[in-house]
């Protein structure tokens, strides 16, 4: 009978519920995930400022080969220079109380002042000269503008002139003589080699496409300025002859014709055909 009741015992225990583990012991607790959470926040930002100092290495490399390449740049930083060494030496002379032109005038010769003293001079007179004093006035500055932008071929010319001296020396109206210092001088033996008021040889001369181009170019854009300042006045392509001195003066003719143009038309037609008795 022993037997029996110690295989009963062992049969309940082998039917028993297995323990498993508690739900607790498999999720990870609160201080691990913020822990693990600070070290991918603490890896972002790592590679972060390294991203950073890459790029602002890359940038200095950058700008320190602009300074060195750069002239406008140069310059620039020069003129800042001197005008920051200008002031501070103004503010030292008057809190000296001495003179600080004078103490400038130190740092200059006397040809430097005079050629500085003469650029402010015309400098003054160029600005003086902007506004309008007459028609004649206008021109001339238009044509010192038409010069100072000309742009002359010189090897073109060069070249011409060398052709024309090579025919002329083969037909035998240019002799070409050598001096005792080794210069070399053309001599016009009938003089019909260097042009005179009577020459006419000007009318063969054939034009670059390029020049006749350069000059339509010149011409279109006096055309442009020309109106421009016709709309700046006030008046438009489509007005006629100019019946006033100044804006008040134009609206009392435009209140005249209003009045009396209706009964004036057939005398003005008259005076433009030039039948008027």
């Known amino acids: 009978m022993p037997p029996l009741k110690k295989r009963k015992l062992v049969d309940a225990v082998d039917d028993g519920p297995a323990k498993s583990p508690s739900q607790e012991e498999l999720e990870p607790t609160d201080t691990t995930v913020k822990a693990q959470e600070r070290q991918e926040r603490f890896k972002a930002l790592r590679a972060r400022a390294k991203k950073s100092a890459e790029r602002n290495m890359k940038d200095a490399a950058a700008e320190s080969q602009r ?3 750069d002239p406008n740049l140069l310059s620039s930083l020069s003129r800042k220079q001197a005008f920051a060494s200008h002031n ?6 008057d809190a000296a109380g001495e003179d600080f032109e004078r103490k400038r005038a130190w740092d200059w010769t006397i040809d430097e002042s005079e050629k500085w003293d003469k650029r402010m001079d015309k400098k ?3 600005r003086e000269d902007v506004a309008f004093q007459d028609y004649r006035q206008d021109s001339r500055k238009v044509y010192k503008r038409q010069l100072r932008e000309l742009k002359p071929d010189l090897e073109g010319y060069e070249k011409e002139k060398m052709a024309a001296v090579q025919k002329a020396a083969m037909s035998g109206t240019l002799e070409i003589v050598e001096t005792e210092d080794g210069e070399l001088l053309a001599v016009d033996k009938d003089g019909t080699f260097y042009s005179t008021a009577d020459s006419t040889d000007f ?7 390029a020049a006749v181009d350069r000059l339509v170019t010149d011409l279109r854009k006096a055309e442009e300025t020309r ?5 700046d006045r006030g008046r438009g392509d489509d007005d006629g002859d100019v ?5 008040a003066n134009k609206v ?5 014709a209003r009045a009396y143009n209706k009964y004036t038309a057939e005398i003005r037609d008259s005076f433009e055909r030039g039948t008027m008795i």
Do not use: M, S
């Open 67 to 69: 300074l060195a390449t």
């Open 243 to 247: 019946t006033y001195i100044n804006d």
């Open 203 to 209: 009318v063969e001369n054939k034009p670059e496409r």
């Open 252 to 256: 009392f003719n435009a209140k005249l």
């Open 227 to 231: 109106l421009k300042k016709r709309r």
């Open 88 to 93: 501070l030496l103004k503010a030292d002379t």
């Open 124 to 126: 003054e007179r160029h």
